[in-house]
């Protein structure tokens, strides 16, 4: 609402008549002579209203206008220009400067009235805006402070989340194993690993939990645990000997076996892909079932690729699902890559997927590469095939390496 109102004028017997009204209307009035000791009391009070005529001596009422626009203030202040210019450039001129409405000399109370109300009304949906405004930011503020508070937690989550492949690289003498686990988000679904069986096996996985965020990553802590390098009495694809030592399940049989747990253990909708693989040391033999998770790549020492598996059923999603194994014989130089569908399922941007072929193309080109530095060498040619745009899910790999004879180095 319009309660204080500035009258300025070089005329005496303008300003009394004007304030005379004002004053009958219930405004309290203030008055100034000129414009520099108008914009003086603008400082020290902000008026609602300002009525200012045009022609004065010195700083003239457009001037006025465009200084009093320019002084900073909490609140919209509404001007009215009296003046005696009716042409349209002039009035062009005045809303320029930062007018918002005009009265003919002499001044017509009537009209006065009027105009006043009009920019009562324009003044209330003004305030009412800030004032929705200020509530807007206000609970912006809020919100961004959830924010943040969830994103320092997302941070420490996925600190967390890295922290189950604490062991990306281990020699196990005849072979080597190197893990890569990104996440597209802060954290994601997908989880690689290795546990030791005994001296000459151990077994290695890839799981891509459906979904993305949260939920997902919560879910790989919980197979984390099922699959434990450190807890081997809780590992499920363990089973402990009678000489006090550990063997291992069949593949297919941990798969089925963590299938049956997901379904009565866990009231949840996702589901997961898995590949676990039992490896010989000793002897390159390799045992592996695939459940729903994409084939394995086989490269062999002279740089060929090939890549197949039998698919499978994801785990979590049928009661009694069974699971096949295959078998791979793995040679010195061979390796062994099990890699989540974010890298065969990589877009570049007209939306063509990398596919199969595509990361056989990869792996023949980094075939002098090795260990982590071949898993960091298929991330850049990754974000070169998607045009550095970022990866719209997680990229995991287990690389198992055999090493190279000693008559072939």
């Known amino acids: 609402m319009i309660r204080d109102v500035l009258v300025v004028d070089d005329s005496r017997l303008q300003r009394k008549i004007l304030s005379a009204s004002l004053k009958k209307w219930g405004f309290c009035v203030r008055e100034a002579d000129d414009a520099a000791t108008a914009l003086k009391m603008c400082e020290d009070v902000p008026p609602d209203l300002v009525l200012s005529d045009w022609m004065m001596p010195g700083m003239n009422g457009l001037e006025f206008c465009r200084a009093f626009r320019a002084m900073p203030r909490e609140r919209y202040g509404y001007f009215i220009l009296l003046t005696s210019k009716s042409e349209k450039n002039e009035i062009a001129n005045g809303l320029d400067a930062g007018a918002d409405d005009f009265l003919t000399k002499p001044v017509n109370a009537p009209e006065l009235r009027a105009r006043i109300a009009a920019g009562e009304r324009i003044l209330q949906m003004e305030r009412e805006l800030g004032d929705?405004?200020?509530?807007?930011?206000?609970?912006?503020?809020?919100?961004?402070?959830?924010?943040?508070?969830?994103?320092?937690?997302?941070?420490?989550?996925?600190?967390?989340?890295?922290s189950l492949v604490s062991d990306k690289y281990r020699d196990f003498g005849y072979a080597e194993v190197s893990l890569l686990l990104q996440s597209s988000g802060h954290v994601g679904g997908d989880l690689v690993g290795m546990f030791p069986i005994n001296d000459t096996r151990v077994g290695i996985y890839g799981i891509d939990v459906s979904?993305?965020?949260?939920?997902?990553?919560?879910?790989?802590?919980?197979l984390a645990g099922y699959l434990s390098a450190s807890a081997l009495d809780q590992n499920v694809a363990l089973v402990k000997s009678a000489f006090g030592g550990y063997t291992s399940r069949p593949p297919a049989e941990t798969i089925a076996t963590l299938n049956q747990l997901i379904l009565e253990e866990m009231e949840t909708e996702l589901y997961f892909t898995l590949l676990l693989?039992?490896?010989?040391?000793?002897?390159?033999?390799?045992?592996?079932?695939q459940a729903g998770h994409p084939s394995p790549a086989i490269q062999r020492a002279n740089g060929t690729v090939e890549i197949d598996g039998p698919g499978g059923l994801p785990v979590g999603l049928i009661e009694g699902a069974t699971y096949d194994q295959f078998e791979v014989t793995l040679h010195p130089g061979d390796r062994l890559l099990i890699q989540s569908d974010?890298?065969?399922?990589?877009?570049?941007l007209d939306g063509n997927l990398l596919g199969e072929e595509g990361l056989a193309r990869i792996l023949t080109s980094l075939k002098q590469t090795r260990g982590r530095a071949c898993l960091e060498s298929i991330i850049w040619k990754l974000n070169e095939y998607a045009s550095d745009q970022d990866f719209d899910d997680d990229v995991s790999a287990v690389l198992l390496?055999?090493?190279?004879?000693?008559?072939a180095v």
């Open 211 to 222: 979904g993305h965020g949260i939920s997902s990553a919560l879910m790989t802590a919980r």
């Open 342 to 348: 974010g890298m065969v399922e990589c877009a570049d």
């Open 277 to 289: 693989a039992e490896v010989h040391l000793d002897t390159g033999r390799v045992i592996m079932a």
């Open 132 to 162: 929705k405004n200020r509530l807007i930011k206000s609970t912006l503020d809020e919100l961004q402070k959830l924010y943040d508070s969830l994103d320092n937690d997302l941070i420490e989550a996925k600190k967390l989340q890295q």
């Open 401 to 407: 390496e055999f090493k190279p004879s000693p008559c």
